[in-house]
């Protein structure tokens, strides 16, 4: 009787077996990469606004304060985006005829307003609160990147659970003194290893197990 | 039902029986199915063809939903700032308001959460000495309504829609030729009026039109005991009860902790005064106050009195004269009437000036005058109970009030009729026919939340502003005038009642209502207005109309308004008196009917509101739908069932129910509950079924006897009603999940509790304990002081945005409720006696288990222990495999079994607390301890490097409770509330023999039995 399969079968199935877990792995990488990239984390992606409002010239180069447009920020969950007014603080007095500041007249005006495309958004499930983290000396910064260096901001970190988690699981690592907090430029000290340590201690910042219970961010 | 069954079952027991249902007395097959499934009949759906087509269509898309969800970018979302912000609100943390969400025109005191302009949450105001801070199902419910889709939206006539300037021109014209006649053919009908602003309306305009008549209708009048009230005070009055101050408390068909406003405080005082009776260090037994209740139909007061007896509506009567001595105690129905009346009789008379006799509204007026002779010959009067000048701005008797306008319009007297609230088309006694009377009237006008059985039936229909978006007042039950500000700009074209009145009024034609009530507030201050004497809470008077007026925003009420109560003097013919009810003459033959108002959707007023619809009805746990009550033995003598439909006919009248046999009912008497049957109203509201569409018993109520009635028949239709009732859902079987003990067993042994189960040693785990280095959150329910009025399922579903899965899906045992209300029956030992019952309520939230079984199980580790003992569901990782339900032992794991979240409709999206996750189907939940509001405490306290202080943290359910049954906080601060009520020899665990050891754990019912009735 002669063969079903010719010799070169074996081969062949050899490599079809070897194929298929190359390309199941591909799928795999190409799933990985692909959920871990900007274009689905948004890291790195500058989003178009509705007015070109640089982050650079107002907090970099003029040094406004975060605070002075992000008023909630030490209150609230919510660090709040400005009314028009804030915006009319200043621009009622300088540049009050720019072209590009029209949809701010504009806001103001009709009592109309400004639609900002978020940057930073977390999932629904996802309850983080600004004030809790600015509290316990956690720079503007450490999360957002040297905004007062982005023209247009955009995200700088994942904003993944795994992220987050890096420094819920080891705060010593992030935290910094809390007059720090809002100057972008901190650096920490390079002659002093324990800082994080001192400060989780003196500001009481809980415990790993605390700071990773579920409930903690979801509810 | 098996009637011998349950006999053998009773008759075999040792008096420590416990059951939930009478299918669970008479063990029937039915009920071991619900029994051992976990969620009753889901899998039956793969028989059914069609359900099984259903099921294979969801499962599909869901799979490839599944698929294609894992690749989906999160889409850009806006953030939209305020162009001015306002300065007070602080994006991102919530604004209460006090305010008031009125119920029957009377103020019920509450703040109102507001999320950036969005009103998401009722609790009561603490402060407020009308509710101590307690709230009822109707002012949580409250909110639900003012987003609801189904709202009148704009001005209609005669079906079209209109704008308000085209009714003010038709007005307009008409009130010129009424101006002429003096306002001879105008007539309001309103609902009950407390508000002080409005009564100065309706002054002026019947100066403007003198002729001009008011009219005041309520399906559920309390004229009775208003009479009687008046005849002893000598003044219109209401009655006020202290049950802080009673030691004996005996009700003749009266509710006070289940019915109305007032039952709010009076839940409290109540409750206070029975838990301080048990457990007040060195107390003695004298203190834990005794109630008898006398009743008909089964109430929550009934359940909680220390001895019930029940006796057919027209019976009681004859009992408050054998009570008060006057008459010697004839026969009644029920054979332990004579024991039972002489102790309760006895009792009264040893506690001279410490006793209370409680009428109810549904009884005619000789029994409020029988109960206020009693009180006065007691001593009970300026102690127990006061007579406080009445709130109602008008108090006629309703019935000769809407009699009269009938008649009116009958004789074509009516041009103009304006029906402000009211909806006595489908409320009003059948035999005034007031819908075909309507027709003759010239212009008819209706303001309505709702496109009603009324607004249909009139010419111009105008859509009213929901409370929390209106400008108003109302007094609360105590007399305490309360300011109603409101939470959001009007979503729809409604006005309040307030601007449609001014539009009578020339001087006030256009004004807002805030500048009306503010306008009344500031003379009011000036003692131009009203009368009142204002003054700030210590007694100085304030310094400005303005600071008043801030004063009465921020606190919620004005000061120094409260009903002064005075002592009457006594009116010795007060029993004798005539009466303004007039009650239908008991006459032989037939059943007895009894009305009484749905215990949630009312008098048909929240038929559309699908919370309260689905909300489990007290002691029946039937949602959804009416039922007609009967006794067990009248049961079995007409072969009735659960669920058979009976033609009710009486007087000549046809209507249809439901039956429901009801232990505890009194025999040869049935109730049935108005409010079900609407014929327009909102789509949650307008029955499915055809049948139902007969289940309006409005139609069976005559004006003679509004509340009780012989000569009912009753026939068999041969047809059945699918009910949806809870009562056996969520079972757990025969594990002695109440425990009670009477105030004597109690006090001589402390242990007795402890002994009724088995705790297993701390030792006995392989789990490794935890530690808690922070916080430890536990809970404490009270069993003693829990009235079952279910107002911490509201609270919770509103707070915890939970869905409404509607009445095919709680019958099949899916209903969403994080926290349950189990009423547990007990069999007294009396054999020939099946009614003689014991009621036990226990609320069952998430235990919170500290060896949780749920967590074992998930295999994906979405239900974990946080660090501070709580079992934490995670909505995102939970993949739906129902393990975790599966091996809950208490049931309280519910599952999205389909997407019960209305993500469509745009007016229900501002109603959620965006602090809660919005679960998707396929996705567990349960309580969660609100572990929203201790994030929002502990963050709080962290920011500013303090602990959490005691009774910050206050779940929904505790806070809503009106009789403070339900106690959280940190167990690992042994001077919490919480940790010294668990401390107490009445603690104990819900199943703890499973060595779950829950984190709620109950205080074990006390009751307080008279011996001699023992």
Not at chain 2, 111 to 116: F, G, I, K, Q, T
Not at chain 2, 465 to 480: L, M, Y
Not at chain 2, 911 to 920: A, F, H, K, Q, W
Request: net charge neutral; hydrophobic share 35%.
């Amino acid at each position: 009787m002669s063969q079903v399969f010719r010799r070169s079968t074996n081969i062949w199935s050899r490599v079809t077996i070897l194929a298929s877990v190359v390309f199941v792995s591909f799928l795999a990488w190409i799933v990985v990469t692909l959920s871990w990239s900007g274009y689905v984390t948004g890291q790195g992606v500058t989003v178009d606004q509705p007015v070109q409002f640089s982050h650079a010239h107002h907090a970099g180069s003029m040094g406004i304060d975060c605070r002075y447009c992000h008023t909630s920020v030490e209150e609230s969950p919510f660090a709040n985006i400005p009314p028009t007014k804030t915006c009319m603080n200043c621009h009622s007095q300088i540049w009050t005829n720019a072209p590009i500041l029209e949809p701010i007249r504009a806001s103001f005006r009709e009592n109309r307003p400004l639609e900002w495309t978020r940057v930073h958004d977390l999932p629904d499930f996802v309850y983080f609160n600004h004030s809790i983290h600015v509290a316990k000396g956690v720079g503007c910064a450490t999360c957002h990147g040297r905004v007062d260096r982005m023209p247009l901001v955009y995200q700088e970190n994942s904003l993944q659970m795994s992220w987050c988690l890096e420094c819920h699981r080891n705060p010593a690592k992030y935290v910094r003194p809390k007059d720090q907090v809002f100057n972008m430029a901190y650096e920490r000290p390079s002659d002093d290893p324990g800082l994080g340590e001192r400060l989780v201690k003196e500001y009481k910042i809980a415990g790993a197990r605390q700071l990773t219970s579920c409930s903690t961010c979801h509810r | 039902m098996d009637f011998s069954a349950i006999r053998s079952r009773l008759a075999g027991s040792d008096g420590r029986l416990y059951w939930r249902s009478l299918g669970e007395l008479a063990d029937t097959p039915a009920f071991r199915e619900y029994l051992h499934r976990e969620f009753p009949e889901q899998a039956s759906e793969w028989n059914d063809p069609k359900g099984r087509r259903e099921f294979l269509k969801l499962m599909s898309a869901s799979l490839a939903l599944a698929g294609v969800s894992a690749c989906t970018k999160q889409p850009a979302e806006k953030i939209v700032p305020y162009v001015r912000q306002p300065e007070e609100l602080v994006p991102g943390r919530p604004l209460f308001f006090a305010t008031a969400a009125p119920f029957g025109g009377i103020a019920v005191p509450v703040l109102v959460e507001s999320h950036e302009g969005h009103p998401t949450k009722v609790e009561g105001n603490p402060q407020h000495p009308a509710s101590l801070g307690g709230t009822d199902i109707f002012a949580q419910a409250a909110v639900l309504t003012l987003y609801d889709p189904d709202r009148l939206q704009t001005v209609l006539y005669r079906g079209e829609v209109r704008g308000w300037g085209d009714f003010l021109t038709a007005l307009k014209g008409m009130l010129g030729t009424q101006k002429a006649k003096q306002g001879a053919g105008i007539r309001f009908l309103t609902e009950t009026i407390t508000s002080p602003s409005v009564a100065e309306q309706i002054a002026l305009i019947q100066q403007a039109y003198p002729q001009a008549k008011w009219h005041q209708w309520d399906p559920i009048p309390r004229d009775a005991a208003r009479a009687a009230a008046t005849e002893s005070a000598g003044r219109p009055s209401d009655a006020i009860y202290h049950f802080d101050k009673a030691d004996v408390i005996v009700t003749l068909d009266a509710d006070f902790l289940g019915c109305g406003p007032a039952a709010i405080r009076y839940s409290r005082d109540f409750a206070d005064r029975r838990r301080a009776g048990v457990d007040a260090e060195g107390a003695d037994a004298a203190t834990m106050n005794r109630m008898y209740a006398i009743e008909s139909t089964p109430t929550l007061t009934g359940a909680k009195a220390d001895h019930r007896l029940a006796l057919r509506a027209s019976e009681i009567e004859a009992a408050a004269r054998a009570l008060s001595g006057s008459a010697p105690a004839g026969s009644f129905s029920n054979g332990s009437a004579p024991k039972f009346l002489a102790a309760a009789a006895k009792d009264l008379q040893a506690h001279r000036g410490r006793s209370l006799v409680v009428a109810g509204e549904y009884q005619p007026a000789p029994v409020h005058h029988l109960a206020n002779a009693l009180n006065e010959s007691l001593g009970n009067v300026g102690t127990t109970v006061t007579y406080a000048p009445t709130v109602e701005i008008n108090p006629t008797d309703r019935l000769s009030s809407l009699r009269d306008l009938v008649r009116a319009m009958d004789g074509g007297q009516v041009d103009l009729l304006v029906v402000l609230g009211a909806n006595p088309v489908f409320t009003a006694p059948s035999d005034l026919k007031f819908q075909e009377k309507l027709a003759k009237v010239g212009l008819a006008i209706s303001h309505s939340l709702y496109s009603d059985e009324t607004s249909t039936n009139c010419h111009w229909n105008l859509p009213e502003a929901h409370a929390f978006e209106s400008w108003s007042d109302a007094r609360a039950v105590d007399g305490t005038v309360t300011v109603i500000q409101p939470l959001i700009a009007p979503l729809y074209d409604g006005r309040t009642v307030q601007e449609v009145l001014a539009c009578f009024v020339d001087a006030q034609n256009g004004k807002s209502a805030h500048d009306l009530v503010k306008d009344y507030w500031t003379r009011a201050y000036a003692g131009k207005a009203g009368g009142w004497t204002i003054t700030d809470p210590t007694g100085q008077p304030f310094k400005s109309a303005d600071s008043l007026w801030k004063h009465v925003l921020h606190d919620g009420w004005v000061p120094g308004t409260a009903a002064n109560s005075q002592r009457p003097t006594p009116n010795a013919q007060g029993a004798q008196s005539s009466t303004s009810s007039p009650q239908a003459p008991t006459s032989s033959g037939g059943l007895e009917i009894i009305f009484r108002p749905d215990p949630t959707i009312w008098d048909g007023r929240f038929a559309n509101n699908g919370w309260l619809q689905e909300l489990p009805k007290p002691l029946t746990k039937i949602t959804w739908d009416p039922t007609a009550w009967i006794g067990m033995k009248t049961a079995e003598q007409y072969r009735l069932r659960d669920g058979d439909i009976v033609e009710l006919r009486y007087r000549g009248n046809v209507a249809k129910l439901p039956i429901a046999i009801m232990p505890g009912h009194p025999e040869a008497s049935v109730t049935v509950f108005m409010g079900y049957g609407r014929k327009v109203t909102g789509r949650v509201g307008t029955p499915a079924e055809d049948v139902a569409k007969d289940f309006d018993v409005y139609r069976l109520r005559t004006s003679d006897a509004l509340w009780f009635g012989s000569g009912l028949e009753i026939v068999k239709t041969g047809g059945t009603y699918v009910i949806a009732r809870t009562q056996e859902h969520h079972l757990m079987e025969n594990r002695n999940p109440v425990r009670i003990a009477s105030l004597d067993e109690y006090r001589k042994d402390p242990d007795v509790i402890a002994r009724m189960g088995e705790k297993p040693p701390k030792t006995l785990t392989m789990i490794p304990e935890w530690t808690y280095d922070s916080y430890k959150w536990g809970m404490s329910i009270d069993l003693t002081s829990c009235t079952g009025c279910g107002v911490c399922t509201i609270a919770c579903q509103s707070e915890n945005n939970i869905a409404v899965v509607g009445k095919d899906q709680v019958n099949r045992g899916r209903e969403m409720h994080w926290i349950r209300v189990d009423h547990y029956f007990k069999f007294k030992g009396n054999e020939e006696d099946a009614n003689d019952l014991e009621t036990y309520h226990q609320p069952v939230p998430c235990m919170q288990c500290e060896n949780a079984p749920c967590e074992l199980v998930c295999p994906v580790g979405a239900t974990t222990h946080s660090a501070e003992g709580l079992n934490d569901m995670v909505y995102n990782r939970c993949v739906g495999t129902r393990y975790c339900s599966n091996n809950c032992p208490y049931k309280v794991r519910r599952f999205n079994f389909l997407l019960y979240q209305d993500w469509e409709t745009p007016s229900l999206e501002p109603l959620r607390n965006p602090d809660v996750t919005v679960r998707s189907r396929g996705v567990m939940e349960k309580c969660t301890y609100c572990v929203q509001r201790i994030n929002y405490a502990r963050i709080d306290a962290k920011r500013h490097d303090r602990r959490i202080a005691d009774g910050e943290v206050v779940p929904a359910c505790a806070a809503a409770c009106p009789a403070d049954a339900i106690v959280f906080g940190d167990l690992n601060d042994p001077a919490s509330r919480v940790a010294k009520l668990k401390a107490l020899e009445r603690d104990y665990g819900l199943l703890e023999e499973l060595n779950t050891r829950p984190r709620t754990t109950y205080l074990a019912a006390i009751r307080n039995p008279n011996p001699e009735l023992a």
